[in-house]
């Protein structure tokens, strides 16, 4: 389990990371082109991730048990009968046949239904990103209803796929027609070929069981098929080559750049619309260092300028230059490098402000990080911040007004010191007075470099050298601003006329509202504080805000909700009362074919061995039939249960999505600008909580009924046909179910937090997909990914833990029924240690010594017989006040990765002094070591002690135990692992620790042994001897202990004997 858990994990990790980085390395005319949208990169990125990691880790290595069971069966089967065997083997055929058919009609339907969510996932991601617009236009209804209907899709499929999933395992149901044909035939081999009927039983069970284990295989290749579904949808991404490949080092890297542009008969359309041309032999030059102002109307191609330039996109046709090499020649990594770029909408990450700046230049210092937020009039507002340049900007800069956001993003573009500096709609949400200093920034930082400028606010560009006017596609007036103007009748001069005319109209209008700079200008620097504590106050009431009088907005953070409960959940179902009627008779009829076909089976036992062949021959037509039924019967019930079931899960799914996005539509603003309600986060959850739902009501409904009918009909059939027996198997089902409810408890707490964790991982992949030409533009890709690889820390954290429990529930609940048997080997032993003695076990392995300390310890309790400390039962004390008086020192000491101080006095009853712990330290033989060591008792162990060898891990647990003053001592093979000098070392320390306590010993080496008051031998789980060393000697070679010791031929042994 640990292996399969471990290995899921690392594969999962991986594939996420490859897959953003596939995502991250595509052009941006892919993302125009293909539905590939911000919803399905992060349902890829979370759930396919998650589905992939379930079946490599559970899934797998079920199939592959069960595979080999079906093997080994057919094996055992052709040894002991191969005629049966041979006749049986054709039959797999059916077996595998129909589970191959379903994996395939599945993995379609599963790839069908995650393209339908898709649609609807993209509808949420829209409106939850945009939440402020939907609000605004008062958009919620409009959403849910397009949500809604999008959904329909994956209702239709999601029926198909619950009647496919029917005849499926409903197929499975041709085990009981093979059975049928075995048992004919196994009657004429009893018959007319002189078998053993119990030969003939063992051969048809051992095919039964294979084909049962086989179906139990198959049954895995839904999971299979969702999980190829998946990884074809991811691996779809990972092996596609962009066109313009960022990852491409090749391409020429200037020496120097000067910055000179130029565009030369250009011809462009954006390829999601190839018919409308944007340029047609477009032409423009840039001369170096030199700064060139894009004007005109909206749509007129002045962006189009700049994302070509930065190869966003490659023309159709003319050649677009820097320095007069064709870009297309250039290394594209370095060709962006050279160039800074501040967009109309500026795009910030989830973190610091510090380590946004950090975007334009990784290894930037802290001093230079200053000195541009001071360049970009920046630093006076950051610097009145609580947290500083740490603070935190929230989804999409949330926490940031528009002019804040444009002025990290400024200082963003001018860490990097580019050749090239392109500034689209730069200044146009600052404030006047911000303006005014930023754009002086902007004329220094554009001294001696070639500045492309895009701007609608024409004043902001009134110096700039060259004035480009852009129309419709083409280039129809440059010049100066002075040059232009002068044109009376020129396009340049009638958009002056027009902003000017504007601006003396503006102030007199009533129904004037102010824009971005005025809005900003009122809460710029001096409200940061107080704007982010209005966020988080509002984010955190209850109050409701109304709109018009009818729309409630509201906040429901600190709201005490129902407790999450079954009969709700039902509740919500109730529309689908007769699918929920049918489904459960068809889980409850279902429940009854095992008990039944187990009944039919053991009794055709009995027929082989009926003296009277006509009876034989009756009798196996009579059961042969049965099973031939119990087929047809598993099929048709199946069918009926799982389309019910699918029917009612599909359509709460459907409910349950529709309310949640509806709900999550009446919160407030400030809940979506909490780090948690990222859309990112939001849409996961819509995706996966929904389809928990789902898998309750519909698969794991189905399963409990069909569980509880299976045991309620199994226990009336076994109390019915041999209670005694019944009561017997019925008493050991506690015992079977509490191990594997364990585990299963375990597993789902463990994966609850893996999911949870798993949700930044969705938040970061929504974030980069967003922001896409950000991060192009700064070739971030790389910095991206290392902040995926921090969120999966996490993650990876709990998937380890969950792999240990995996791995020890699955190891507790396999080796249950063999730990029963162990207990037949010590049965009735008795052994008694007087109190202040030290009593020794020996004997060989698996005789019952170390379980006698685990007895003690009560780590587990007997099936019969007591054991007494002072006269009382042990189960009469209170557990933890028994074990606070008991120490134990085992073959392989454990120790905690902290240091040597923390693991000597873990588990001390009391406050501990530094005196007291030095001294125990002494009596163990530990202080001169540790005394030795750079940091002393603070030195780190390291994981499991790593960092210290064998001896010294035993010395420290024996402080360990020593601090913990116990009155019984165990000691548990506490020297075997060690090599001479540190038994010798560790021996004078036990043997202090034991004078004066109840001590009970496990040992091979019976040399350490020799000097404890009572020895007793163990054979098979009983005391075959007990006495003194010297006592047990004097009985000679016919004593058990006088044999072990001879076979270990010890010095001391020799002398002794002679």
């Given at each position: 389990?640990?292996?399969?858990?471990?290995?899921?994990?690392?594969?999962?990790?991986?594939?996420?990371?490859?897959?953003?980085?596939?995502?991250?390395?595509?052009?941006?005319?892919?993302?125009?082109?293909?539905?590939?949208?911000?919803?399905?990169?992060?349902?890829?990125?979370?759930?396919?991730?998650?589905?992939?990691?379930?079946?490599?880790?559970?899934?797998?290595?079920?199939?592959?048990?069960?595979?080999?069971?079906?093997?080994?069966?057919?094996?055992?089967?052709?040894?002991?009968?191969?005629?049966?065997?041979?006749?049986?083997?054709?039959?797999?055929?059916?077996?595998?046949?129909?589970?191959?058919?379903?994996?395939?009609?599945?993995?379609?339907?599963?790839?069908?239904?995650?393209?339908?969510?898709?649609?609807?996932?993209?509808?949420?991601?829209?409106?939850?990103?945009?939440?402020?617009?939907?609000?605004?236009?008062?958009?919620?209804?409009?959403?849910?209803?397009?949500?809604s209907a999008a959904l329909e899709g994956t209702v239709k499929l999601g029926l198909k796929q619950g009647m496919a999933k029917g005849v499926a395992i409903g197929s499975n149901g041709v085990v009981f027609a093979v059975w049928s044909f075995m048992s004919w035939y196994g009657s004429r081999m009893v018959m007319y070929h002189g078998a053993s009927g119990g030969t003939v039983f063992a051969v048809g069970a051992a095919i039964a069981i294979g084909g049962l284990s086989l179906g139990s295989g198959l049954s895995n290749l839904k999971y299979f098929s969702d999980a190829m579904a998946a990884s074809e949808r991811i691996r779809e991404v990972i092996l596609r080559v962009p066109e313009i490949d960022s990852d491409n080092m090749e391409g020429e890297v200037l020496q120097e750049v000067s910055g000179r542009v130029e565009f030369k008969n250009v011809k462009f359309a954006y390829p999601s619309r190839p018919e409308s041309l944007i340029f047609k032999d477009f032409n423009l030059k840039v001369p170096a260092g030199r700064t060139v102002a894009l004007v005109g109307g909206s749509g007129s191609g002045k962006s189009t300028v700049i994302a070509l330039l930065q190869r966003f996109y490659d023309p159709q046709g003319g050649e677009i230059c820097v320095d007069g090499v064709g870009i297309d020649k250039l290394q594209l990594k370095w060709l962006r490098s050279q160039m800074g770029l501040v967009s109309q909408e500026p795009a910030l990450f989830a973190t610091t402000i510090k380590e946004n700046i950090l975007f334009g230049k990784e290894d930037a210092t802290m001093e230079e990080v200053i000195e541009v937020a001071k360049a970009s009039n920046a630093h006076n507002f950051i610097s009145q911040l609580p947290q500083g340049y740490d603070t935190?900007?929230?989804?999409?800069?949330?926490?940031?007004?528009?002019?804040?956001?444009?002025?990290?993003?400024?200082?963003?573009?001018?860490?990097?010191?580019?050749?090239?500096?392109?500034?689209?709609?730069?200044?146009?949400?600052?404030?006047?007075?911000?303006?005014?200093?930023?754009?002086?920034?902007?004329?220094?930082?554009?001294?001696?470099?070639?500045?492309?400028?895009?701007?609608?606010?024409?004043?902001?560009?009134?110096?700039?050298?060259?004035?480009?006017?852009?129309?419709?596609?083409?280039?129809?007036?440059?010049?100066?601003?002075?040059?232009?103007?002068?044109?009376?009748?020129?396009?340049?001069?009638?958009?002056?006329?027009?902003?000017?005319?504007?601006?003396?109209?503006?102030?007199?209008?009533?129904?004037?509202?102010?824009?971005?700079?005025?809005?900003?200008?009122?809460?710029?620097?001096?409200?940061?504080?107080?704007?982010?504590?209005?966020?988080?106050?509002?984010?955190?009431?209850?109050?409701?805000?109304?709109?018009?009088?009818?729309?409630?907005?509201?906040?429901?953070?600190?709201?005490?909700?129902?407790?999450?409960?079954?009969?709700?959940?039902?509740?919500?179902?109730?529309?689908?009362?007769?699918?929920?009627?049918?489904?459960?008779?068809?889980?409850?009829?279902?429940?009854?074919?095992?008990?039944?076909?187990?009944?039919?089976?053991?009794?055709?036992?009995?027929?082989?061995?009926?003296?009277?062949?006509?009876?034989?021959?009756?009798?196996?037509?009579?059961?042969?039939?049965?099973?031939?039924?119990?087929?047809?019967?598993?099929?048709?019930?199946?069918?009926?249960?799982?389309?019910?079931?699918?029917?009612?899960?599909?359509?709460?799914?459907?409910?349950?999505?529709?309310?949640?996005?509806?709900?999550?539509?009446?919160?407030?603003?400030?809940?979506?600008?909490?780090?948690?309600?990222?859309?990112?986060?939001?849409?996961?959850?819509?995706?996966?909580?929904?389809?928990?739902?789902?898998?309750?009501?519909?698969?794991?409904?189905?399963?409990?009924?069909?569980?509880?009918?299976?045991?309620?009909?199994?226990?009336?059939?076994?109390?019915?046909?041999?209670?005694?027996?019944?009561?017997?198997?019925?008493?050991?089902?506690?015992?079977?179910?509490?191990?594997?409810?364990?585990?299963?408890?375990?597993?789902?707490?463990?994966?609850?937090?893996?999911?949870?964790?798993?949700?930044?991982?969705?938040?970061?992949?929504?974030?980069?997909?967003?922001?896409?030409?950000?991060?192009?533009?700064?070739?971030?890709?790389?910095?991206?990914?290392?902040?995926?690889?921090?969120?999966?820390?996490?993650?990876?954290?709990?998937?380890?833990?969950?792999?240990?429990?995996?791995?020890?529930?699955?190891?507790?609940?396999?080796?249950?029924?063999?730990?029963?048997?162990?207990?037949?080997?010590?049965?009735?032993?008795?052994?008694?240690?007087?109190?202040?003695?030290?009593?020794?076990?020996?004997?060989?392995?698996?005789?019952?010594?170390?379980?006698?300390?685990?007895?003690?310890?009560?780590?587990?309790?007997?099936?019969?017989?007591?054991?007494?400390?002072?006269?009382?039962?042990?189960?009469?004390?209170?557990?933890?006040?028994?074990?606070?008086?008991?120490?134990?020192?085992?073959?392989?000491?454990?120790?905690?990765?902290?240091?040597?101080?923390?693991?000597?006095?873990?588990?001390?009853?009391?406050?501990?002094?530094?005196?007291?712990?030095?001294?125990?330290?002494?009596?163990?033989?530990?202080?001169?070591?540790?005394?030795?060591?750079?940091?002393?008792?603070?030195?780190?162990?390291?994981?499991?002690?790593?960092?210290?060898?064998?001896?010294?891990?035993?010395?420290?647990?024996?402080?360990?135990?020593?601090?913990?003053?116990?009155?019984?001592?165990?000691?548990?093979?506490?020297?075997?692992?060690?090599?001479?000098?540190?038994?010798?070392?560790?021996?004078?320390?036990?043997?202090?620790?034991?004078?004066?306590?109840?001590?009970?010993?496990?040992?091979?080496?019976?040399?350490?042994?020799?000097?404890?008051?009572?020895?007793?031998?163990?054979?098979?789980?009983?005391?075959?001897?007990?006495?003194?060393?010297?006592?047990?000697?004097?009985?000679?070679?016919?004593?058990?202990?006088?044999?072990?010791?001879?076979?270990?031929?010890?010095?001391?042994?020799?002398?002794?004997?002679?």
């Amino acid at each position: 389990g640990y292996c399969w858990a471990r290995t899921a994990e690392r594969q999962a990790s991986r594939l996420r990371s490859t897959y953003l980085k596939a995502v991250l390395r595509q052009e941006v005319a892919y993302f125009d082109l293909n539905v590939t949208s911000t919803a399905e990169i992060i349902t890829s990125v979370s759930s396919d991730s998650l589905v992939i990691q379930e079946v490599i880790s559970e899934k797998v290595p079920m199939f592959l048990m069960n595979t080999s069971i079906f093997g080994g069966a057919y094996i055992v089967a052709f040894i002991l009968l191969w005629r049966l065997a041979i006749v049986g083997l054709p039959f797999i055929l059916i077996l595998v046949i129909p589970g191959l058919i379903y994996g395939r009609v599945l993995m379609k339907l599963s790839r069908k239904i995650r393209e339908e969510y898709n649609k609807a996932g993209t509808v949420a991601e829209q409106a939850i990103s945009s939440v402020r617009t939907v609000y605004s236009f008062v958009g919620e209804n409009k959403t849910l209803s397009e949500y809604s209907a999008a959904l329909e899709g994956t209702v239709k499929l999601g029926l198909k796929q619950g009647m496919a999933k029917g005849v499926a395992i409903g197929s499975n149901g041709v085990v009981f027609a093979v059975w049928s044909f075995m048992s004919w035939y196994g009657s004429r081999m009893v018959m007319y070929h002189g078998a053993s009927g119990g030969t003939v039983f063992a051969v048809g069970a051992a095919i039964a069981i294979g084909g049962l284990s086989l179906g139990s295989g198959l049954s895995n290749l839904k999971y299979f098929s969702d999980a190829m579904a998946a990884s074809e949808r991811i691996r779809e991404v990972i092996l596609r080559v962009p066109e313009i490949d960022s990852d491409n080092m090749e391409g020429e890297v200037l020496q120097e750049v000067s910055g000179r542009v130029e565009f030369k008969n250009v011809k462009f359309a954006y390829p999601s619309r190839p018919e409308s041309l944007i340029f047609k032999d477009f032409n423009l030059k840039v001369p170096a260092g030199r700064t060139v102002a894009l004007v005109g109307g909206s749509g007129s191609g002045k962006s189009t300028v700049i994302a070509l330039l930065q190869r966003f996109y490659d023309p159709q046709g003319g050649e677009i230059c820097v320095d007069g090499v064709g870009i297309d020649k250039l290394q594209l990594k370095w060709l962006r490098s050279q160039m800074g770029l501040v967009s109309q909408e500026p795009a910030l990450f989830a973190t610091t402000i510090k380590e946004n700046i950090l975007f334009g230049k990784e290894d930037a210092t802290m001093e230079e990080v200053i000195e541009v937020a001071k360049a970009s009039n920046a630093h006076n507002f950051i610097s009145q911040l609580p947290q500083g340049y740490d603070t935190q900007v929230g989804e999409r800069g949330v926490q940031m007004s528009g002019g804040q956001k444009q002025r990290i993003a400024i200082a963003r573009a001018i860490i990097k010191s580019p050749r090239i500096l392109l500034l689209d709609e730069a200044t146009s949400a600052l404030d006047t007075e911000s303006e005014r200093v930023v754009q002086e920034a902007l004329d220094q930082a554009a001294v001696g470099r070639t500045t492309i400028v895009i701007a609608h606010r024409l004043s902001t560009i009134r110096n700039a050298d060259v004035i480009v006017v852009v129309q419709d596609g083409q280039v129809v007036e440059s010049g100066s601003h002075d040059d232009l103007i002068e044109h009376e009748n020129g396009f340049y001069t009638s958009l002056v006329r027009l902003q000017e005319t504007k601006g003396k109209d503006e102030p007199h209008n009533p129904n004037y509202l102010p824009g971005p700079s005025s809005v900003t200008s009122t809460y710029d620097v001096h409200n940061t504080s107080s704007r982010r504590r209005s966020i988080i106050s509002r984010s955190s009431s209850s109050s409701s805000v109304n709109h018009d009088g009818t729309e409630n907005i509201t906040s429901n953070v600190n709201q005490d909700f129902p407790v999450p409960s079954f009969k709700r959940l039902l509740a919500l179902n109730l529309p689908e009362w007769k699918q929920a009627l049918l489904g459960s008779l068809g889980a409850i009829l279902f429940g009854a074919v095992q008990p039944l076909y187990a009944f039919a089976m053991g009794s055709m036992i009995a027929v082989y061995f009926l003296p009277d062949h006509d009876e034989i021959k009756r009798r196996t037509m009579i059961y042969a039939l049965c099973f031939v039924a119990l087929a047809v019967f598993s099929m048709v019930i199946n069918i009926i249960q799982h389309y019910n079931f699918a029917a009612m899960g599909e359509y709460l799914t459907k409910r349950v999505r529709e309310r949640m996005l509806s709900k999550i539509l009446t919160f407030e603003i400030g809940w979506f600008d909490q780090d948690e309600n990222s859309s990112g986060a939001i849409c996961s959850r819509l995706a996966k909580d929904a389809n928990v739902v789902r898998s309750l009501v519909g698969d794991r409904s189905a399963l409990l009924i069909q569980t509880i009918s299976a045991v309620t009909i199994a226990c009336t059939m076994g109390l019915v046909i041999a209670w005694r027996l019944a009561l017997v198997m019925i008493a050991v089902q506690p015992i079977i179910i509490v191990c594997f409810y364990c585990k299963r408890v375990l597993l789902k707490n463990m994966s609850q937090k893996a999911m949870k964790s798993q949700e930044e991982s969705s938040k970061l992949a929504a974030e980069a997909v967003s922001n896409l030409r950000t991060v192009t533009a700064f070739s971030s890709q790389t910095r991206i990914l290392k902040m995926l690889q921090e969120t999966q820390k996490a993650p990876m954290r709990e998937s380890i833990k969950q792999a240990w429990y995996a791995g020890f529930g699955l190891g507790f609940s396999q080796s249950l029924m063999a730990c029963t048997w162990a207990l037949d080997f010590w049965y009735g032993g008795k052994l008694i240690g007087d109190a202040g003695k030290s009593t020794a076990l020996v004997g060989q392995s698996g005789s019952g010594k170390s379980t006698i300390i685990g007895l003690i310890e009560r780590f587990y309790d007997p099936m019969k017989g007591v054991i007494k400390i002072d006269g009382r039962d042990i189960k009469s004390y209170h557990l933890r006040t028994l074990r606070k008086y008991i120490a134990l020192v085992s073959q392989e000491p454990t120790l905690f990765a902290g240091t040597i101080r923390e693991n000597i006095i873990y588990g001390a009853s009391k406050e501990v002094s530094e005196s007291e712990m030095i001294e125990a330290a002494k009596a163990a033989n530990a202080h001169d070591f540790i005394a030795v060591l750079k940091d002393g008792y603070d030195t780190q162990c390291g994981d499991r002690g790593v960092q210290l060898s064998g001896g010294q891990k035993q010395r420290i647990a024996i402080a360990r135990a020593i601090l913990k003053n116990p009155v019984i001592l165990l000691l548990d093979e506490a020297t075997s692992a060690l090599d001479s000098q540190s038994e010798k070392v560790v021996q004078d320390a036990l043997e202090r620790m034991m004078v004066g306590r109840t001590s009970v010993v496990v040992a091979h080496r019976l040399s350490t042994i020799q000097s404890c008051d009572t020895i007793a031998v163990l054979e098979k789980g009983k005391v075959v001897e007990k006495g003194n060393h010297g006592s047990l000697l004097a009985k000679g070679p016919a004593g058990a202990y006088y044999s072990l010791v001879s076979l270990q031929k010890t010095p001391t042994t020799n002398q002794t004997i002679d």
